[in-house]
């Protein structure tokens, strides 16, 4: 099933992860990845804090790069 993988920057160069999100038909990709930020984060933003949405399959990718 086609979803995002939510990472938050710690420090440069470091990223936490913080969920797996479904993909939500309906939206724009934007659109969708900002929705997954706020999904994976319950709505919290802290100030300056940086996050990606990578889709699940190019997570693998990264993930063992």
Known sequence: ???YAVFREVE?????FVGDVDHQPGLAM???RAQAVRD???GADP???VYAALP???WQLV???
């Open 30 to 32: 934007r659109a969708e």
């Open 56 to 58: 699940r399959d190019q």
């Open 40 to 42: 994976a984060t319950g």
């Open 63 to 65: 993930r063992y790069a």
């Open 12 to 16: 440069p160069g470091l990223w936490y």
């Open 1 to 3: 099933m086609r979803g």
């Open 47 to 49: 100030a300056g804090a």
